[in-house]
């Protein structure tokens, strides 16, 4: 148990549907982050949130919309998303961006399937 | 050149073998090092941070060789269950830091 709860664990969804998916984190951490992981290709960081404020985007089409409420929890609403972006999404949490301390700890991730 | 480069592997070892991994980072202004374990279809795990003067867990020894921009992790007598994806990730210097993932190097310890 990381301390990173992530829900669902899987989740399939047609193109024309509208889902979320929601990170809760219990370790009083600052930093939030939402990674895609595709079937043999590495990691792909979408966004990065510090308190709760938007401070990565890393190129991620508008179908994908981030929602920090707090520094504890973590939105990715999906709405029309293409077969390619099926995947396994992952959420993490660190304790800050900046010093050297920025160890991440992951969420069981969701295996989205959009058929 | 990628930011974080690993081999991809597969790295097929019999029990009891040692192994060695080497991950490559562009930015020499890098300050933080960390080796991720990642089995299928799971999240990614911290297995260790890599300092400096180089740091021992066990089994596993963690170097870094900033002269050359690498980084190494090495595995003594492996075991069955150390079978996983190994992540090296790096972090910049200064300012905000935003974890880079490499792309991991698959290991498969056969009895």
């Known amino acids: 148990e990381t301390g990173v709860t992530q829900t669902p664990r899987h989740l399939v969804m047609g193109m024309t549907n509208k889902k979320s998916l929601k990170c809760e984190q219990h370790l009083g951490h600052n930093a939030m982050y939402w990674y895609k992981q595709s079937a043999k290709k590495p990691l792909e960081l979408m966004f990065v949130y510090s308190l709760e404020e938007r401070v990565e985007n890393n190129s991620v089409p508008s179908r994908f919309s981030p929602e920090c409420p707090n520094s504890s929890h973590l939105f990715l609403h999906l709405h029309t998303l293409q077969p390619e972006d099926s995947a396994l999404y992952l959420c993490?949490?660190?304790?800050?961006?900046?010093?050297?301390?920025?160890?991440?700890?992951f969420g069981s991730g969701t295996q989205l399937s959009v058929l | 050149r990628k930011e974080v480069e690993q081999d991809p592997g597969p790295f097929n070892v019999p029990e009891g073998a040692t192994v060695a991994f080497n991950c490559t980072y562009s930015?020499?202004?890098?300050?933080?090092f960390f080796w991720y374990r990642q089995d299928c279809r799971k999240e990614p795990k911290l297995l260790m941070s890599?300092?400096?003067s180089g740091n021992e867990d066990g089994r596993f020894t963690a170097q870094l060789n900033r002269a050359s921009q690498y980084i190494s992790l090495l595995i003594r007598d492996s075991k069955l269950s150390d079978s996983a994806t190994y992540l090296c990730v790096v972090g910049a210097s200064g300012g905000s830091y935003i974890p880079t993932f490499g792309r991991g190097t698959s290991l498969i310890v056969h009895p």
């Open positions: 930015n020499s202004a890098s300050q933080s």
């Open positions: 890599v300092y400096s």
């Open positions: 993490a949490s660190s304790p800050t961006l900046t010093g050297g301390n920025e160890k991440l700890f």
